[in-house]
């Protein structure tokens, strides 16, 4: 079941002359986390204000599945919560005092928001820093405070602008193993971050948006890298062989790399390689990293849907 579907959404700023967005389709699963990445000005925050109903689409549609009936701000209002870049949370105020304050906003009752500060302390594990004053929290408590906050709601569906901006590895990790428990409770979860490792550690669907235009990138579809390092300079006669093959093939110097999609493809390579006779003194297949993909894509000028 789809937690939200954007159809064809165009978004323009008043007086602008080209639009932020445009032909943005994406259809989030429940429970799946949607990575959202690209350059400043790329468009990200636009798109994160109109799934929050803070603006409204030019054209398009944004259509949250579970929706009873309501307007798109009531629904965003129940369900949806965002975990802004800045810290949203009072200095001055103790974490518990901040998280008291804040469940008050939410329609619980006394005994529900005593639980849900309880049940958020635990899971952003707070508790002994329960009674410090937030101002003096390290980086990584106060984003996990501000974490805390967004979640005293109980969202189905979870927004987090860049969440780990200095953090040291050791919150960073508790923070995406927060993340994950979510998920296999059946979150829905946006995240926007330009440490690409983590956005392909945890996210099941990837838009790289690049001028507000988006190319999706589905990881357990993603194709092989073969690295290899000669031990000498390739020629150019060698090097042309290759272009009968339909395989994406870069060469410079005494370096290659193959972007390798079947066994097939693999096999072919190989017996190139075997027939070639040089010596290889390096040589590596893997997945191709995220950072490969995102480099390759904003490098060329097309917008390619892997
Ligand atoms: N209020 C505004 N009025 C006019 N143009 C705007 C406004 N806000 C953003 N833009 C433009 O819309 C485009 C997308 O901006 P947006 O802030 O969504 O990008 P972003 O990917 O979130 O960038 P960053 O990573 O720096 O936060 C940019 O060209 C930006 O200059």
């Not at 990575?35 to 000005?41: A, D, F, K, S």
């Not at 003096?136 to 405070?145: D, E, I, N």
């Not at 979150?187 to 669907?205: F, G, N, P, R």
Request: include cysteine; charged fraction near 15%.
């Amino acid at each position: 079941m789809s937690a939200f579907i954007i159809t064809d959404l165009e978004y323009r700023y008043a007086a602008a002359s080209v639009p932020a967005l445009q032909g943005i389709n994406i259809n989030l699963a429940k429970g799946q986390c949607l990575g959202l990445i690209g350059p400043n000005g790329s468009g990200k925050s636009t798109l994160l204000s109109i799934l929050s109903g803070l603006l409204t689409p030019t054209s398009g549609t944004v259509f949250f599945s579970q929706n009873d009936n309501l307007t798109l701000a009531k629904y965003v209002q129940k369900n949806v919560a965002l975990v802004p870049q800045e810290y949203a949370f009072y200095p001055q105020l103790s974490v518990t005092q901040n998280l008291e304050y804040f469940v008050s906003l939410c329609a619980f009752s006394y005994a529900e928001s005593q639980t849900r500060v309880e049940t958020v302390s635990h899971q952003c594990q707070l508790q002994e820093v329960s009674n410090q004053k937030a101002k003096f929290l390290s980086g990584g408590y106060k984003r996990r405070l501000n974490l805390a906050i967004a979640l005293l709601k109980d969202p189905q569906i979870l927004y987090l602008d860049e969440p780990t901006v200095g953090v040291d590895p050791i919150s960073r990790g508790s923070i995406l193993s927060l993340l994950s428990a979510l998920k296999n409770q059946g979150k829905t979860i946006v995240y926007t971050s330009h440490l690409l490792t983590e956005v392909q550690d945890i996210c099941d669907q990837i838009v790289m948006l690049k001028l507000g235009k988006a190319s999706y990138l589905s990881l357990d579809q993603g194709q092989k890298c073969l690295t290899i390092e000669f031990a000498h300079t390739l020629s150019v006669s060698w090097v042309e062989q290759f272009s009968g093959l339909s395989i994406k093939v870069e060469c410079k110097d005494n370096h290659l790399k193959a972007y390798i999609k079947s066994s097939a493809e693999l096999f072919a390579m190989m017996a190139l390689l075997s027939q070639s006779q040089l010596d290889i003194l390096n040589m590596h297949y893997d997945q191709t990293s995220l950072t490969q993909y995102y480099l390759n894509h904003m490098e060329n000028n097309d917008i390619t849907e892997y």
